[in-house]
């Protein structure tokens, strides 16, 4: 009875021996300096995640790992991509994390005013977007900041843009101002397009937007600049020089100093605040702007005011 007893004991310090040392393996935190994205590639095998913990530091043992993985049945569960590890970690919480899918998400940024050309390079760029891409037609990609995760595929992100800027297009044309010389909605994104490119300053947008709407109105020509850069190089590539009156001779749909109205397409993909002074412009007087010298513009009603904003302008470009 006594040696049962003693085996009894023996047997109870061991298993509570062998319960503190495989919790002090699957719950005790690893020390992670700064935030690791790890990756977990398609294919990988158990063994295979095992190591690539063990070579970013993140377990001591890859056996420890395997075993924790196997024994709460987390390996078919494991997703492949890049996960993100930021602050201390234990082998349990590692194990969760990338059995839960959570995979770290990448961000593309894609600035107003970019022509169909310029989205196309972000995008060929990015190395670690995959495959090629239908571009949307020139304008019909909303300039923001996608998220995705490596390998994903540029069609995907091509399509967000596209889906983001129907939606942002059509909630601008539905609750746009009831007065707007705009046919449709497609007139509101080519007005908002020559906004973006006329001017960077965000609280100038609505009056820029107010000239050409009032001169839409009287059926003036916009004679607008962007648009005829477009005419001179059709969206795909940088013009690199001023413009001649060579240029403004050239006989496009795009000539806004020849033809009247708003050029046949965007000239660029306009951002959200663009496409809302086009659908919101402000009430105002002026038929001019003019570069004021400071970044914006100076705007006037007559031709004879802008004429004297022009003659300041040329006295601080000297």
Known sequence: MKKLLLLLSIIGVAAAFLYVFCNSIVYTPQKVAEPLVIQVKRGD???????????NGLVDKEAYFVWYAKFNKLYPRIKAGEYLVEGDISLAQLADLLASGKVYL???????????REIAEILYA????DGDFEMPKEGY???????????????????????????????????RDADLPLKNKEELLILASVVEKE???????????SVFVNRLRKGMLLQTDPTVIYAVTKGERDLGRAL????????????????????????????????????HPDKTPYLYFVASGNGG???????????????KWRALNK
Request: contains cysteine; proline residues 6%; aromatic residues 8%.
């Open 141 to 175: 990609f909303l300039p923001e900041t996608y998220t995705f995760s490596r390998g994903e595929s540029r069609q995907k992100i091509a399509e967000q843009g596209q889906a983001a800027m129907q939606k942002t297009l059509q909630q601008a044309w539905d609750e």
């Open 199 to 209: 001017t960077g300053v965000a609280t100038e947008r609505p009056q820029v937007a």
């Open 297 to 311: 513009h100076n705007f006037a009603r007559t031709l004879a005011e802008h004429n004297d904003n022009v003659r």
């Open 244 to 279: 001649t009156y060579r240029d403004l001779a050239i006989d496009s749909p795009y000539n806004t100093y020849k033809y009247e109205g708003l050029p046949p397409a965007p000239i660029c993909s306009p951002g959200k605040a663009a496409i809302m002074a086009a659908a």
């Open 106 to 116: 990448r961000k593309i940024t894609f600035a107003e005013g970019l022509t169909a």
């Open 45 to 55: 095998s158990l063994t295979a995640i095992a190591a690539m913990l063990r070579q």
């Open 126 to 129: 990015n190395d670690m977007l």
